[in-house]
């Protein structure tokens, strides 16, 4: 197959036919390929050229001048001798072809074919090329998609090609008219991905480099882009870990890469370096395209950053031309997507019964359940249960009593219905010379649960100037302010976390007293010692706390071209942010056991972060005859982060009424610090390829950092990479199917400094103490210096296939990696009589390795199109090497020890015992291993080191957070003016440790449990369901310890959206004088299919690689439905 | 951009490059090394749970899946166990604060006296630290230098209990040569000779070496340093009078919100008690056992000053259970009090003195009873007399009984229990009362070593017999 490529420029305005060749050019040229003059004659005249690329006198160095010349008579001139002649097509286009062939064809019997171009929305494309095969007799289509051409016969066939579309064949069989309908192509081989320092033709590129397609994300009211990602890119894991407004997911590429370093990819917004928060000021609308780097080969030219990946992010950029204008605005609301089933205060005052009777009857001799509360001793006060000796109402013993209980669905009470809203402006536009890109944004979101609320501000500008013919200077600038009203839902209720209070608290605790003021369970608690959990509502209402978060990104940048394909470009970055939070709780506020009122609260925190970044980068590229194409850049970069934060805490208000420090007595503690790094960087990078078939690439860069100890501060990361495009052989022309095969092949080495500021140095930390009431600075090391601490490497192997079929209809890409890292810059555990539990080193070694699919077809391209994009991911992580002894690491959330990184399996897995069932009864027990507290109905361990007793030793692998795979498939349909779009995503074989379960599904019968406390073991006779314990009050037989009860499967499978649009028609558009008006409907996060019990199947509380997948209450997502409108003008 | 432009240094943190180099460094690192005493593991926040939990003197803060307090109390303790890795971790963390000093003070430039007193007081603490894990564990790795590089630790194994014990004795020694009799000022609170050489009796007591004890001990009084505060036994434990004369070694604490505060008087008050017994209400810890709270002989003061019964609610209702008193203040932040907690005092050597005169031989009325009944009459009660207390066996049991109602909650029952080898007697006598999970064997007299440090040197660090 030869690839006729065709370059069509069009110009900004339009000149008549006979203004063109009367319309007078000067110019002057030494020794240019001719192709140079028609370029300057092109942008002179205001005419287009269109011509095969391949034309060989094109590239005929020569001396050319005219001055004052007529266009028609400057081309005679120019094409003189050249074996080239032209033809004027009218309407401004100008065929430049071979002699020849104008004179075979002369000779021939032409035939006139005529037809409509459009596109699969029915929309005529201007501009398309049309070329008779075989030959190089073309034209293109007019403004209205209508073309004419004269043919050698009425048996040739046409090829219709247009960038960004599929190119389409047709014979013409005798027809003399022909109506052709061209498929957008999103991922066209012509397309350029954004490459570190630069951009690469995607028919070039030899690394792993994966493009987000951005109009599958367009629609989706999500007020954190990425979000959006989720599913969207092959081996790119993006994990909602909480729905918190605004929140950035945790994102990884290519599995976990680091234990104790950082895990998240490189972001980079138009070259300059950010943070992932970033994705949480940018709107999809904003956003031109998403691409990210995934091997070695691609990421190395990052260096010492690039081992987790590389997310390049690029803006949209303003376009010479009219301008545009385009407002999008949605509106919606959002719920909690479940509720969780737990025990009403009838079933809950059963249960809290039994769990009390028990732990009585097990605990003292001749125990009757008869006994009242008197006769049961107080020594223990568990033993006791409410029988209105607290209140009269408050009576377990009585079925009418039970019956009157109230029952406070708190779920209900701290989850809202919640608006969220988005207006997106944008305006571009500008002239030769200069290119402007404005948009401004506003988002308000209140969150499901109550009073927690986000308002966002967002301003962009991006302007391009050409301040002389070679030199053009750029600047982008994004200021943007986010108003956060924050409530405190994670962790422990004893903290006044939302939900594990909500969950876990008495269905019938008070939530007022007679007086209007907050009460809590507390109140219930004294006399039965019940846990005093806090108020769920309370924890809402009486915590106040404002995040204000002012952020300014920028980047400007000059750059000259000594000649076109030598480039230098100088850019700066300054990144700038300014959050505070003035954080008050009241004296309103039920506290863990305390009714108010209550000691008040506050603190005011402040933090700014400065980065500043600067590079330079020459690049040149040279092409010999299309044979030899060669691409080359070096580059320096300095980079610099200065952090300061500040934070004080005052608790002696003398009311409410004043919630700043001000108010406070006395503040209880002030503290502010400081921490900067720097990086220092030199880095190069060759691409070569031959005629566009073999293709090479090599990288190197090296970095300094100052991170790391004097001796160990610069690092070198190498990169090779390899291409051959399969299809560009001779031999391979015979399989039309097969429109485009690439094989891949990439090995590199990054690095990882994300370890903090200064991990080498031992620090001294302050341990004061007073004598006699006076203090004195105490001071003790606090951790161990390692001048030897370094870099982090990733080596990365990655062999990947390019496929397209049909006409690239049907697109495929496979890719499959082997990522070792080494080095890894690990906190190890070190005995403790060294005065220290941990020292950083680098030490051990992990691996990932995976497969990815990506596929992309165009199903159907008539009237109805269907689109389908799907992709799917294998990772699997294990550890190689650990420690100096190898010794596992155990590893700590939110209770004891929940996770263990050991050799062979995969990072941070889960640990504890491992549930076989219930003892069913006596002989159960006398017949099996045991803890020396179990009694029947507790649960039966495995005896896992075989010595028949159950203890620490039996503590095991219990599952993993990591799932065996991911997927995301993505289905867009249209006829005429209607489209639907449809994204589902999941994952499939990772486990979760719901270890809130610890709260509520722990059958003591002190707070609230999940329904499945029904199930229950209660007698061998009624032994429930098998997996649930006996309630007990005074847990025995271990139960409650870090076990595979608490460990549920994550699976899911979500319609993550469903988003339909209606794009009004032509005719209504037109009397509105507009460009195009689009209203649609939008489902978020609508379904989701799991057998997860807890709210959410992705999250994660303890977020990083030892300790990922431990469920410990968390902010639920939402679903949102939203309405919107999209007005072009 | 160059090498210049990478090299920085940490702003707000203080590193080793430029630490341990003046007097005043030292002087910090030596208040760094007595705060170690607060830590959980040591002699503070969690002291009790060693002291008296595992004792017949106290029981757990109700909860219902979280065992790890209760396992010290019914005696089913797992090396999992987080207060046993806080005992063994934390001890050596403080350790390690003392052998910096020791191994980095002697090329300083520092006035004699000070560099002496400053060597004293590292030993003096290492002492402390040291006898807590060989009370605890038995047989413990002997660090007595500053571990620079993490694999130095792997070459320690367990070594015996008489090596450390001998290792104790000679810090507490040198330290009672080198610290001085009293401070003033802003010092008083440091370790003094009274200090090193009461402690010094404890540790000789602890193992049964009596005449060497009985040496030290009337060393302390013979001091002339140190007497019982008379008023009142409660006043001991008062805020406003810490550091009395019978004070001779105590954990300092100051409450004003600045992170220097006591937890216990809001550890110790009963769970849910709103403000009704303590501002910011109590954490329900260290229930006083109703067999303590009959123990006391009637008319005994240190009864009610140092146990409540019970307490009356914000709504009038008497809600019962026992609770500690002994140590309140008025906090103005939750877990910030005022309170110092005694390590040892006065009444403690008179009765160790005793304890060791009766040992040496029973002197029906002799110069034991009379420091015996000094502490019973401060505490209002009658004097004891060879009538009552006919034997040397009658007077042990008679000291046992004493100095349980006496240091009752100050961490010592425990141990007294185990070195008096009476441990196994009376809590198995008691078995039902404190709902035993197992009978006390003698393995259980010592603790198991914390299963994380076995794992991480599975060679060197073998796990105490009988522990799984």
């Given at each position: 197959?030869?690839?006729?490529?065709?370059?069509?420029?069009?110009?900004?305005?339009?000149?008549?036919?006979?203004?063109?060749?009367?319309?007078?050019?000067?110019?002057?040229?030494?020794?240019?390929?001719?192709?140079?003059?028609?370029?300057?004659?092109?942008?002179?005249?205001?005419?287009?050229?269109?011509?095969?690329?391949?034309?060989?006198?094109?590239?005929?160095?020569?001396?050319?001048?005219?001055?004052?010349?007529?266009?028609?008579?400057?081309?005679?001139?120019?094409?003189?001798?050249?074996?080239?002649?032209?033809?004027?097509?009218?309407?401004?286009?100008?065929?430049?072809?071979?002699?020849?062939?104008?004179?075979?064809?002369?000779?021939?019997?032409?035939?006139?074919?005529?037809?409509?171009?459009?596109?699969?929305?029915?929309?005529?494309?201007?501009?398309?090329?049309?070329?008779?095969?075989?030959?190089?007799?073309?034209?293109?289509?007019?403004?209205?998609?209508?073309?004419?051409?004269?043919?050698?016969?009425?048996?040739?066939?046409?090829?219709?090609?247009?960038?960004?579309?599929?190119?389409?064949?047709?014979?013409?069989?005798?027809?003399?008219?022909?109506?052709?309908?061209?498929?957008?192509?999103?991922?066209?081989?012509?397309?350029?991905?954004?490459?570190?320092?630069?951009?690469?033709?995607?028919?070039?590129?030899?690394?792993?480099?994966?493009?987000?397609?951005?109009?599958?994300?367009?629609?989706?009211?999500?007020?954190?882009?990425?979000?959006?990602?989720?599913?969207?890119?092959?081996?790119?894991?993006?994990?909602?870990?909480?729905?918190?407004?605004?929140?950035?997911?945790?994102?990884?590429?290519?599995?976990?890469?680091?234990?104790?370093?950082?895990?998240?990819?490189?972001?980079?917004?138009?070259?300059?370096?950010?943070?992932?928060?970033?994705?949480?000021?940018?709107?999809?609308?904003?956003?031109?395209?998403?691409?990210?780097?995934?091997?070695?080969?691609?990421?190395?030219?990052?260096?010492?950053?690039?081992?987790?990946?590389?997310?390049?992010?690029?803006?949209?950029?303003?376009?010479?031309?009219?301008?545009?204008?385009?407002?999008?605005?949605?509106?919606?609301?959002?719920?909690?997507?479940?509720?969780?089933?737990?025990?009403?205060?009838?079933?809950?005052?059963?249960f809290a019964k039994?769990a009390a009777n028990n732990a009585y009857l097990d605990n003292v001799?001749?125990a009757?359940?008869?006994?009242?509360n008197?006769?049961r001793p107080s020594n223990f006060l568990r033993y006791r249960y409410p029988?209105?000796d607290l209140?009269?109402?408050?009576?377990?013993?009585?079925?009418?009593?039970?019956?009157?209980?109230?029952?406070?669905?708190?779920?209900?009470?701290?989850?809202?219905?919640?608006?969220?809203?988005?207006?997106?402006?944008?305006?571009?536009?500008?002239?030769?010379?200069?290119?402007?890109?404005?948009?401004?944004?506003?988002?308000?979101?209140?969150?499901?649960?109550?009073?927690?609320?986000?308002?966002?501000?967002?301003?962009?500008?991006?302007?391009?100037?050409?301040?002389?013919?070679?030199?053009?200077?750029?600047?982008?600038?994004?200021?943007?302010?986010?108003?956060?009203?924050?409530?405190?839902?994670?962790g422990h209720w004893a903290d006044n976390g939302?939900?594990n209070a909500?969950?876990n608290t008495m269905?019938?605790a008070?939530?007022?007293?007679?007086?209007?003021?907050?009460?809590s369970m507390a109140e219930l608690a004294a006399p039965y010692n019940l846990p005093g959990i806090t108020n769920?509502?309370?924890?809402?209402?009486?915590?106040?706390?404002?995040?204000?978060?002012?952020?300014?990104?920028?980047?400007?940048?000059?750059?000259?071209?000594?000649?076109?394909?030598?480039?230098?470009?100088?850019?700066?970055?300054?990144?700038?942010?300014?959050?505070?939070?003035?954080?008050?709780?009241?004296?309103?506020?039920p506290l863990n056991q305390q009714l108010?009122?209550t000691a008040?609260?506050?603190?005011?925190?402040?933090?700014?972060?400065?980065?500043?970044?600067?590079?330079?980068?020459?690049?040149?590229?040279?092409?010999?005859?299309?044979?030899?194409?060669?691409?080359?850049?070096?580059?320096?970069?300095?980079?610099?982060?200065?952090?300061?934060?500040?934070?004080?805490?005052?608790?002696?208000?003398?009311?409410?009424?004043?919630?700043?420090?001000?108010?406070?007595?006395?503040?209880?503690?002030?503290?502010?610090?400081?921490?900067?790094?720097?990086?220092?960087?030199?880095?190069?990078?060759?691409?070569?390829?031959?005629?566009?078939?073999?293709?090479?690439?090599?990288?190197?860069?090296?970095?300094?950092?100052?991170?790391?100890?004097?001796?160990?501060?610069?690092?070198?990361?190498?990169?090779?990479?390899?291409?051959?495009?399969?299809?560009?052989?001779?031999?391979?022309?015979?399989?039309?199917?097969?429109?485009?095969?690439?094989?891949?092949?990439?090995?590199?080495?990054?690095?990882?400094?994300?370890?903090?500021?200064?991990?080498?140095?031992?620090?001294?930390?302050?341990?004061?103490?007073?004598?006699?009431?006076?203090?004195?600075?105490?001071?003790?090391?606090?951790?161990?210096?390692?001048?030897?601490?370094?870099?982090?490497?990733?080596?990365?192997?990655?062999?990947?296939?390019?496929?397209?079929?049909?006409?690239?209809?049907?697109?495929?890409?496979?890719?499959?990696?082997?990522?070792?890292?080494?080095?890894?810059?690990?906190?190890?555990?070190?005995?403790?009589?060294?005065?220290?539990?941990?020292?950083?080193?680098?030490?051990?070694?992990?691996?990932?390795?995976?497969?990815?699919?990506?596929?992309?077809?165009?199903?159907?391209?008539?009237?109805?199109?269907?689109?389908?994009?799907?992709?799917?991911?294998?990772?699997?992580?294990?550890?190689?090497?650990?420690?100096?002894?190898?010794?596992?690491?155990?590893?700590g959330?939110g209770v004891g020890e929940?996770?263990?990184?050991?050799?062979?399996?995969?990072?941070?897995?889960?640990?504890?015992?491992?549930?076989?069932?219930?003892?069913?009864?006596?002989?159960?027990?006398?017949?099996?291993?045991?803890d020396n507290t179990?009694r029947?109905?507790d649960?039966?361990?495995?005896?896992?080191?075989?010595?028949?007793?159950?203890?620490?030793?039996?503590?095991?692998?219990?599952?993993?957070?990591?799932?065996?795979?991911?997927?995301?498939?993505?289905?867009?349909?249209?006829?005429?003016?209607?489209?639907?779009?449809?994204?589902?995503?999941?994952?499939?074989?990772?486990?979760?440790?719901?270890l809130s379960r610890r709260f509520f599904d722990n059958l003591e019968g002190g707070g609230n449990n999940?329904?499945?406390?029904?199930?229950?073991?209660?007698?061998?006779?009624?032994?429930?369901?098998?997996?649930?314990p006996?309630a007990n009050a005074r847990t025995t037989g271990n139960n409650n310890a870090v076990?595979?009860?608490?460990?549920?499967?994550?699976?899911?499978?979500?319609?993550?959206?469903?988003?339909?649009?209606?794009?009004?028609?032509?005719?209504?558009?037109?009397?509105?004088?507009?460009?195009?008006?689009?209203?649609?409907?939008?489902?978020?996060?609508?379904?989701?299919?799991?057998?997860?019990?807890?709210?959410?199947?992705?999250?994660?509380?303890?977020?990083?690689?030892?300790?990922?997948?431990?469920?410990y209450?968390?902010?639920?997502?939402?679903?949102?439905?939203?309405?919107?409108?999209?007005?072009?003008? | 951009?160059?090498?210049?432009?990478?090299?920085?240094?940490?702003?707000?943190?203080?590193?080793?490059?430029?630490?341990?180099?003046?007097?005043?460094?030292?002087?910090?690192?030596?208040?760094?090394?007595?705060?170690?005493?607060r830590t959980g593991g040591t002699y503070g926040v969690d002291s009790y749970i060693f002291g008296e939990i595992r004792s017949d003197n106290s029981f757990p803060v109700a909860s219902g899946s979280v065992t790890d307090q209760d396992e010290f109390d019914r005696f089913y303790i797992r090396t999992t166990n987080p207060f046993i890795n806080n005992r063994?971790?934390n001890?050596?963390?403080?350790?390690?604060?003392?052998?910096?000093?020791?191994?980095?003070?002697?090329?300083?430039?520092?006035?004699?006296?000070?560099?002496?007193?400053?060597?004293?007081?590292?030993?003096?603490?290492?002492?402390?630290?040291?006898?807590?894990?060989?009370?605890t564990?038995?047989?413990?790795?002997?660090?007595?230098?500053?571990?620079?590089?993490?694999?130095?630790?792997?070459?320690?194994?367990?070594?015996?209990?008489?090596?450390?014990?001998?290792?104790?004795?000679?810090?507490?020694?040198?330290?009672?040569?080198?610290?001085?009799?009293?401070?003033?000022?802003?010092?008083?609170?440091?370790?003094?000779?009274?200090?090193?050489?009461?402690?010094?009796?404890?540790?000789?007591?602890?193992?049964?070496?009596?005449?060497?004890?009985?040496?030290?001990?009337?060393?302390?009084?013979?001091?002339?340093?140190?007497?019982?505060?008379?008023?009142?036994?409660?006043?001991?434990f008062?805020?406003?009078?810490?550091?009395?004369?019978?004070?001779?070694?105590?954990v300092?604490y100051?409450?004003?919100?600045?992170?220097?505060g006591n937890p216990w008087p809001n550890s110790f008050a009963p769970q849910n008690s709103g403000n009704a017994v303590i501002m910011f209400g109590g954490g329900g810890n260290n229930v006083p056992t109703d067999d303590l709270v009959n123990d006391?002989?009637?008319?005994?003061?240190?009864k009610?000053?140092s146990i409540a019964t019970s307490y009356v609610n914000a709504?009038?209702a008497t809600i019962p259970g026992n609770f500690v008193k002994k140590y309140f203040d008025?906090p103005?932040v939750n877990n910030d009090n005022?309170n110092?907690i005694?390590?040892?005092?006065?009444?403690?050597?008179?009765?160790?003195?005793?304890?060791?005169?009766?040992?040496?031989?029973?002197?029906?009325?002799?110069?034991?009873?009379?420091?015996?009944?000094?502490?019973?009459?401060?505490?209002?009660?009658?004097?004891?007399?060879?009538?009552?207390?006919?034997?040397?066996?009658?007077?042990?049991?008679?000291?046992?009984?004493?100095?349980r109602?006496?240091f009752a909650f100050e961490n010592l029952r425990w141990y007294?229990?185990?070195?008096?080898?009476?441990?196994?007697?009376?809590l198995?006598?008691k078995s039902a009362q404190i709902n035993l999970v197992n009978?006390v064997?003698?393995?259980n007299?010592?603790f198991p070593?914390p299963?994380?440090?076995?794992?991480?040197?599975?060679?060197?660090?073998?796990?105490?017999?009988?522990?799984?």
């Amino acid at each position: 197959m030869k690839l006729s490529l065709f370059i069509i420029l069009f110009t900004a305005s339009q000149v008549n036919a006979s203004k063109v060749f009367s319309q007078t050019i000067t110019v002057s040229f030494e020794q240019v390929e001719l192709r140079t003059v028609l370029n300057a004659i092109e942008k002179k005249a205001k005419i287009r050229f269109l011509y095969n690329y391949d034309l060989s006198g094109l590239s005929k160095k020569m001396d050319f001048s005219v001055k004052n010349a007529k266009v028609s008579e400057a081309l005679s001139k120019l094409l003189e001798n050249s074996g080239l002649r032209f033809h004027d097509m009218g309407n401004n286009l100008i065929v430049i072809s071979p002699e020849k062939s104008w004179a075979a064809a002369g000779n021939a019997q032409q035939v006139t074919v005529t037809g409509l171009v459009t596109d699969d929305k029915n929309e005529a494309l201007p501009g398309v090329s049309i070329n008779v095969k075989g030959t190089s007799i073309g034209t293109a289509t007019n403004e209205s998609g209508h073309f004419s051409l004269n043919v050698p016969s009425a048996n040739d066939t046409l090829l219709f090609s247009y960038i960004g579309f599929a190119p389409q064949e047709q014979a013409l069989a005798g027809r003399t008219t022909l109506n052709v309908t061209l498929v957008a192509v999103s991922r066209n081989l012509n397309d350029v991905v954004v490459v570190g320092y630069g951009t690469q033709k995607k028919q070039n590129v030899t690394g792993a480099i994966a493009s987000v397609p951005m109009h599958e994300i367009g629609d989706m009211p999500v007020s954190n882009v990425a979000t959006a990602l989720q599913g969207k890119i092959p081996g790119v894991v993006i994990q909602q870990n909480s729905g918190s407004p605004g929140r950035t997911p945790a994102i990884k590429v290519r599995g976990f890469g680091s234990i104790t370093a950082g895990t998240s990819p490189l972001i980079v917004v138009d070259g300059n370096i950010v943070s992932a928060s970033v994705f949480g000021l940018l709107d999809a609308e904003e956003i031109d395209k998403i691409d990210v780097l995934k091997d070695a080969s691609s990421a190395a030219i990052y260096g010492s950053r690039g081992s987790n990946g590389v997310i390049m992010v690029t803006t949209k950029k303003g376009r010479s031309g009219k301008t545009r204008m385009n407002l999008n605005v949605y509106t919606g609301f959002q719920q909690v997507t479940k509720k969780l089933d737990v025990l009403s205060s009838q079933e809950y005052a059963e249960f809290a019964k039994d769990a009390a009777n028990n732990a009585y009857l097990d605990n003292v001799a001749g125990a009757q359940i008869s006994d009242p509360n008197t006769a049961r001793p107080s020594n223990f006060l568990r033993y006791r249960y409410p029988r209105g000796d607290l209140y009269a109402w408050l009576n377990f013993d009585d079925p009418a009593k039970v019956a009157a209980l109230p029952d406070h669905n708190y779920q209900d009470l701290i989850f809202r219905t919640a608006p969220i809203q988005s207006y997106q402006f944008s305006v571009g536009g500008g002239s030769e010379n200069a290119q402007y890109s404005v948009s401004a944004g506003y988002l308000t979101q209140d969150g499901i649960i109550k009073k927690s609320a986000m308002d966002r501000y967002t301003l962009r500008a991006n302007v391009a100037i050409k301040a002389a013919p070679k030199l053009t200077i750029g600047i982008n600038i994004n200021p943007s302010y986010i108003v956060t009203q924050e409530v405190r839902t994670d962790g422990h209720w004893a903290d006044n976390g939302i939900i594990n209070a909500a969950l876990n608290t008495m269905p019938m605790a008070p939530i007022y007293k007679a007086d209007g003021s907050y009460s809590s369970m507390a109140e219930l608690a004294a006399p039965y010692n019940l846990p005093g959990i806090t108020n769920p509502v309370a924890n809402i209402t009486e915590y106040n706390s404002e995040f204000n978060q002012t952020n300014l990104l920028s980047n400007a940048y000059a750059e000259y071209a000594f000649l076109p394909n030598l480039k230098y470009r100088v850019s700066g970055n300054a990144n700038l942010y300014q959050n505070r939070r003035n954080a008050y709780t009241t004296s309103k506020m039920p506290l863990n056991q305390q009714l108010p009122p209550t000691a008040a609260t506050g603190s005011a925190f402040s933090e700014q972060g400065l980065s500043w970044l600067v590079n330079q980068v020459l690049s040149y590229n040279v092409s010999f005859r299309d044979v030899h194409n060669i691409e080359a850049l070096v580059g320096t970069e300095s980079n610099k982060v200065q952090y300061q934060s500040s934070n004080a805490a005052g608790n002696t208000f003398a009311n409410d009424i004043v919630q700043t420090l001000n108010a406070a007595g006395q503040p209880a503690s002030v503290s502010s610090q400081k921490t900067e790094n720097a990086t220092v960087s030199y880095f190069a990078r060759v691409g070569y390829n031959y005629k566009g078939k073999y293709l090479f690439n090599v990288s190197v860069r090296r970095d300094g950092s100052s991170v790391f100890g004097p001796d160990n501060r610069f690092g070198t990361f190498p990169a090779a990479s390899v291409g051959w495009r399969v299809t560009e052989e001779p031999f391979m022309q015979k399989l039309p199917v097969l429109s485009e095969l690439k094989l891949r092949a990439s090995y590199g080495l990054s690095g990882n400094n994300s370890f903090g500021n200064y991990p080498y140095t031992g620090n001294v930390g302050t341990t004061n103490y007073s004598f006699y009431n006076n203090v004195s600075t105490g001071l003790a090391i606090s951790t161990l210096s390692n001048s030897a601490l370094s870099w982090e490497l990733n080596q990365q192997l990655d062999l990947g296939v390019d496929i397209g079929l049909l006409k690239n209809r049907i697109s495929l890409t496979v890719d499959y990696y082997e990522r070792i890292t080494k080095d890894l810059l690990l906190s190890v555990n070190v005995p403790t009589l060294t005065g220290f539990s941990s020292a950083n080193k680098n030490i051990g070694r992990m691996s990932n390795k995976g497969f990815e699919f990506g596929v992309n077809s165009y199903n159907l391209t008539g009237a109805f199109t269907w689109n389908t994009s799907a992709n799917l991911s294998f990772n699997r992580n294990k550890v190689l090497a650990l420690g100096p002894t190898g010794d596992r690491i155990l590893s700590g959330s939110g209770v004891g020890e929940t996770n263990v990184t050991m050799i062979g399996e995969p990072i941070g897995s889960f640990f504890g015992y491992k549930q076989l069932g219930i003892f069913k009864d006596a002989a159960d027990l006398n017949t099996n291993p045991h803890d020396n507290t179990t009694r029947p109905g507790d649960v039966k361990y495995e005896d896992v080191n075989g010595d028949k007793i159950i203890d620490a030793r039996d503590r095991t692998l219990i599952g993993n957070n990591q799932p065996d795979f991911i997927y995301g498939m993505n289905n867009s349909f249209s006829y005429k003016n209607i489209d639907l779009s449809i994204s589902i995503q999941g994952t499939q074989g990772g486990q979760i440790l719901n270890l809130s379960r610890r709260f509520f599904d722990n059958l003591e019968g002190g707070g609230n449990n999940l329904s499945i406390a029904l199930d229950r073991w209660r007698s061998p006779q009624n032994p429930g369901n098998g997996k649930v314990p006996r309630a007990n009050a005074r847990t025995t037989g271990n139960n409650n310890a870090v076990s595979s009860r608490w460990v549920e499967d994550g699976s899911y499978l979500r319609i993550q959206n469903i988003s339909l649009g209606y794009k009004l028609p032509k005719s209504v558009i037109n009397r509105l004088k507009l460009e195009q008006v689009r209203i649609y409907a939008s489902a978020q996060n609508l379904y989701t299919w799991t057998n997860y019990t807890n709210f959410n199947p992705e999250v994660s509380n303890y977020e990083g690689a030892l300790t990922g997948g431990v469920d410990y209450g968390s902010y639920p997502l939402a679903r949102t439905v939203t309405f919107g409108i999209n007005v072009g003008f | 951009c160059g090498k210049g432009f990478i090299d920085l240094k940490p702003i707000s943190v203080i590193t080793t490059d430029n630490f341990y180099q003046t007097e005043e460094d030292f002087r910090n690192a030596v208040s760094g090394a007595y705060n170690a005493l607060r830590t959980g593991g040591t002699y503070g926040v969690d002291s009790y749970i060693f002291g008296e939990i595992r004792s017949d003197n106290s029981f757990p803060v109700a909860s219902g899946s979280v065992t790890d307090q209760d396992e010290f109390d019914r005696f089913y303790i797992r090396t999992t166990n987080p207060f046993i890795n806080n005992r063994w971790s934390n001890s050596y963390t403080s350790i390690a604060r003392c052998n910096a000093i020791l191994d980095r003070i002697t090329p300083v430039a520092i006035n004699d006296a000070l560099k002496n007193r400053y060597i004293g007081e590292a030993k003096f603490l290492r002492a402390l630290f040291y006898f807590n894990l060989v009370r605890t564990f038995g047989d413990v790795p002997l660090v007595l230098k500053e571990i620079t590089n993490p694999d130095e630790g792997y070459q320690y194994g367990r070594n015996p209990k008489a090596d450390v014990y001998a290792q104790i004795e000679k810090d507490l020694t040198e330290a009672a040569e080198a610290l001085p009799v009293s401070y003033t000022g802003a010092d008083v609170g440091r370790a003094t000779k009274g200090a090193a050489k009461a402690i010094l009796g404890r540790v000789l007591l602890t193992q049964k070496k009596y005449a060497p004890a009985a040496v030290q001990l009337k060393a302390v009084m013979d001091l002339n340093q140190y007497g019982l505060v008379t008023t009142a036994y409660a006043d001991f434990f008062k805020v406003s009078n810490k550091n009395n004369k019978e004070a001779i070694f105590d954990v300092q604490y100051r409450s004003g919100g600045i992170g220097q505060g006591n937890p216990w008087p809001n550890s110790f008050a009963p769970q849910n008690s709103g403000n009704a017994v303590i501002m910011f209400g109590g954490g329900g810890n260290n229930v006083p056992t109703d067999d303590l709270v009959n123990d006391y002989e009637a008319g005994d003061q240190r009864k009610a000053a140092s146990i409540a019964t019970s307490y009356v609610n914000a709504n009038g209702a008497t809600i019962p259970g026992n609770f500690v008193k002994k140590y309140f203040d008025v906090p103005t932040v939750n877990n910030d009090n005022g309170n110092n907690i005694p390590i040892i005092r006065y009444a403690d050597v008179l009765l160790m003195y005793a304890e060791c005169l009766n040992e040496a031989g029973f002197v029906a009325n002799g110069d034991a009873f009379s420091y015996l009944n000094e502490v019973r009459r401060r505490a209002g009660l009658g004097n004891l007399t060879a009538v009552e207390v006919p034997s040397q066996a009658a007077f042990r049991l008679v000291m046992e009984h004493e100095r349980r109602v006496e240091f009752a909650f100050e961490n010592l029952r425990w141990y007294d229990l185990v070195r008096t080898d009476r441990a196994i007697t009376v809590l198995n006598g008691k078995s039902a009362q404190i709902n035993l999970v197992n009978p006390v064997t003698p393995q259980n007299q010592v603790f198991p070593i914390p299963q994380s440090q076995i794992d991480i040197n599975k060679t060197k660090i073998t796990q105490n017999e009988g522990s799984n």
